[in-house]
């Protein structure tokens, strides 16, 4: 099953509810991001130097690695695919988005320190009102064409559009006020300070397309190029032999082809229809490691299943009981019962990766002290109702664990378990559940789901100190400075947010050992390392 991300509606437009399901999952796991995080540290210099590590590394590598050969994965899919990115809401989507286009700027494998793409430099006016952006030069689309500023501005203009799905990404962007400069260079008018604006390039919804871009004769400038695309069923792609990252892809080609359900993703690694799969569920993991030929690619990336608590409504509204019920639940049993030991405890606060992530005092369960702060909220004895669904592994057994915890405060949780089809799109009305996100940078993640407005803000949280402080920070251009700003942000969650953060569960994916390159996921947890098969290599 696809895990990526709710969507919803600070609007509640009727628009975007329809979405919700589809767009939650592909913010979630990755993953996928909308708002920024940390900053592009370093000056002009420093951003010479990481281009050129970036063309060491690449030159170094093509020298020893073996080229060629095909890559088939198996990932789940529907009819409703698409080969338009900024149109993009599923798995199966993203993953076509990362190896057929390019974004702006993009995380690597280990932290959340962001990197360049196609562009070279994004500088940002004193107090983040504009954006300078300069282009690579030398890159080409798949039909030979130039990449130029024009393509960008054109990007830009298509995503802003009303009725495209992920317009909210670039919020900030004044449409009447970016300014071609030069071949490679757009000026960018901000319609408020956003010292994050570089952030917001990395996630695949927001990838360059050419001027005139035509999503049924699609073109990249991405590591491989278009050979065939049936919705539902398969996609192949070939070698980009002109690619700007040089010596990449080692491949010569790769086709993704669309499974059901996980059982039929499993069956198909096992039997040797394909190469690698995304999303194991965790207790098929055994299966897979007892084959000599296979490998499990695990990555602690930051995806969390929280419990969800609405502080708009009783009895959420009351500090009190949210505090009682972060007391309540026991974090172990949470790593071993729920998620079979594929968990790290959690501390009720989010994008641990991040250098704006706190040192706060673990918190462990405490059954005394929350039966003594629902005493004094008046809620002792109290019963509720958490609505759950069996949207991932390890969300019902979740619900079940915190439920038996909650019998030794004297708390009756009465579990409501239905379809994912009704829990997906009225995710944002239920005043008890849980929900399943994956890893951001944490400026991203406060503008998506804790900022009054935020599309996924499940919790209704609307702090009048947080949104102060959010907005300073987003004035804020030195990274150490905003840094100080968002940590505050992380502790304002932890003392009176409206979610439990229990653990942080793992992502697994599979693949066999005839090739390599696949690279654990630390920062966003993109599955088979952010999908990037441009890495991807025989063995």
């Known amino acids: 099953m696809t895990e990526h991300e709710r969507p919803s509606a600070g609007s509640r437009e009727t628009g975007a509810l329809e979405q919700t399901s589809l767009t939650r999952r592909r913010f979630l796991v990755g993953g996928a991001a909308a708002v920024g995080g940390l900053a592009l540290g370093g000056d002009a210099l420093a951003r010479v130097v990481i281009r050129e590590r970036a063309g060491a590394r690449s030159a170094s590598a093509a020298t020893k690695i073996k080229r060629g050969g095909t890559l088939t994965v198996g990932s789940i899919g529907s009819t409703k695919d698409s080969m338009d990115p900024n149109l993009e809401l599923s798995d199966m989507d993203l993953q076509r988005n990362f190896n057929f286009y390019d974004t702006l700027t993009y995380f690597p494998h280990d932290s959340f320190k962001l990197q360049y793409g196609l562009a070279e430099e994004i500088d940002l006016s004193a107090g983040a009102t504009v954006a300078t952006i300069r282009l690579r030069k030398g890159v080409t689309w798949h039909n030979g064409k130039d990449f130029t500023a024009d393509d960008l501005i054109y990007t830009m203009q298509r ?11 670039l919020k900030s962007v004044n449409g009447k006020a970016i300014k071609k400069i030069d071949t490679h260079t757009v000026r960018v008018g901000l319609n408020f300070p956003d010292a994050i604006f570089a952030e917001r390039w990395y996630v695949p919804q927001l990838s360059i397309l050419p001027v005139g871009f035509d999503p049924k004769k699609p073109v990249g400038s991405g590591p491989f190029k278009f050979k065939s695309f049936v919705p539902g069923q398969r996609s192949e792609y070939v070698r980009n032999e002109n690619y700007w990252q040089s010596g990449k892809p080692y491949l010569d080609e790769l086709i993704v082809i669309d499974m059901a359900d996980p059982t039929a993703q499993i069956n198909a690694l096992l039997s040797g229809q394909v190469d690698a799969i995304d999303s194991v569920p965790l207790n098929e993991t055994s299966a897979i490691s007892k084959r ?10 930051g995806y969390f299943q929280p419990i969800v608590m609405r502080v708009d409504q009783p009895p959420f509204n009351d500090n009190r009981v949210r505090q009682a019920f972060r007391l309540i639940v026991d974090r172990d049993a949470m ?4 998620y079979n030991n594929y ?8 994008s641990q990766a991040d250098p ?9 369960q405490d059954i005394e002290k929350a039966k003594s702060l629902l005493k004094a909220a008046g809620q002792e004895g109290m019963n509720v109702t ?6 991932g592994y390890g969300l019902v057994a979740g619900a079940q664990v915190f439920a038996q915890n909650a019998k030794q405060a004297g708390v009756n949780v009465k579990l409501n ?3 994912p089809s009704v829990f997906d799109p009225k995710f944002m009305q239920w005043t008890f559940t849980q929900g399943y996100w994956g890893n951001k940078p944490f400026a991203i993640m406060w503008s998506l789901l804790y900022a009054p407005g935020g599309i996924f803000n499940e919790t209704h949280f609307n702090d009048k100190q947080g949104n102060q402080i959010f907005s300073n920070a987003l004035k804020e251009v030195d990274p150490a400075k905003r840094n100080a700003k968002l940590k505050s942000l992380e502790e304002i969650l932890y003392n009176r947010g409206g979610h439990i953060i229990h653990t942080f569960r793992q992502t697994v994916d599979a693949y066999n050992s005839k090739f390599t390159g696949f690279t654990p996921d630390k920062s966003t947890g993109w599955s088979l390392g952010q999908y990037r098969y441009k890495e991807v290599h025989l063995a």
């Open 159 to 169: 995503i802003l559009d009303p009725k495209d799905p992920h317009a909210g990404l």
């Open 292 to 301: 000599s030929n296979l490998k499990l690619l695990t990555s602690n990336g």
């Open 335 to 338: 790593v071993k019962q729920a």
């Open 343 to 350: 968990a790290a405890i959690g501390n009720d606060m989010p």
């Open 356 to 364: 704006a992530f706190p040192d706060m005092p673990q918190r462990k």
């Open 386 to 391: 958490m609505t759950t669904a069996d949207e």
């Open 417 to 419: 378990v239905i379809q």
